[in-house]
């Protein structure tokens, strides 16, 4: 991936491309919370055909944070801006956790500009089924980013599948991700704080692919089911292993997402 720093809008960016097929439209890949451009770089090398777009969000990886706080509306309004930058009108749309969140404002805010929408491991926000109350309140600090031994012995517990029976890959699956600051992953918890797409959902024009895991502590399942439910042209595709499957079955994913978007 070519990495480089972007001014848009007055914020500074690290922004990633990932060169591929300029005759269809590129993915534009937003990811979890604290997670910079680095997590998302298997599955985007998995995926073959269109160019992939990432970028780390204000106050994590790469990008400084910002002046004030910010909003998923004011993060969707952003995307666009750098996508004009990029020189790209239509954009097909993956948003995974809490960067599926943002890409459920995205297809609503730019609905002409997103051509189709994946929304993997991600709920309605506000309004969802919530995740076991010991998850929820390890997720509420940023120590498992800073702590290699700490994310080790709770990664079975927060992330599920794969990892509960291998806590020690966490380690390979995470080693790439570039940390930034307390900061910025509470600016990221304060965004979402009320957010919910469920007034609007049914609205969502674009053929949707939402992907679930069956054993995700953090964003159950009936997530999932109630997205498929709501969005009318959506389906949804259930995967056996935790929070983390896009990290840790990349090239399966790609290859599933890879049809989706063909």
């Known amino acids: 991936m070519q990495i480089s720093l972007r001014e848009v809008a007055g914020q500074m960016l690290r922004v990633a491309v990932r ?3 300029r005759a269809r439209p590129p993915l534009l890949f937003f990811n979890g919370i604290g997670a910079s451009i680095e997590l998302a770089e298997p599955f985007i090398d998995a995926l073959q055909g269109p160019e992939a777009i990432a970028f780390d969000v204000p106050g994590v990886g790469g990008s400084p944070a910002p002046r004030l706080p910010y ?8 995307s666009a801006q750098l996508l004009d930058q990029l020189g790209y009108e239509q954009v097909d749309v993956l948003g995974v956790s809490w960067g599926g969140a943002l890409a459920q404002q995205f297809a609503f805010q730019h609905g002409r500009r997103c051509r189709r929408l994946v929304l993997a491991a991600t709920s309605p926000g506000a309004l969802m089924v919530p995740g076991k109350l010991t998850v929820l309140l390890k997720m509420a600090t940023p120590r498992r980013y800073k702590d290699p031994e700490y994310l080790k012995r709770i990664a079975g517990d927060i992330y599920g599948g794969a990892l509960r029976g291998s806590p020690e890959l966490v380690h390979h699956h995470l080693r790439h991700v570039k940390w930034s600051s307390d900061y910025g992953y509470y600016l990221q918890l304060i965004a ?4 919910s797409s469920l007034p609007w959902l049914r609205f969502l024009a674009q053929p949707t692919l939402v992907i679930a895991a069956t054993d995700d ?11 498929a439910k709501l969005i009318p042209n959506a389906r949804l595709v259930t995967i056996d292993d935790g929070h983390l499957f896009l990290v840790t079955k990349p090239q399966a994913l790609a290859e599933i997402i890879a049809d989706f978007l063909n």
């Open 192 to 195: 979402g704080l009320g957010w």
């Open 19 to 21: 060169r591929g097929d």
């Open 217 to 227: 502590p953090i964003v159950p399942l009936a997530n999932g089911r109630i997205l």
């Open 71 to 78: 909003r998923p509306w004011t993060l969707a309004r952003m």
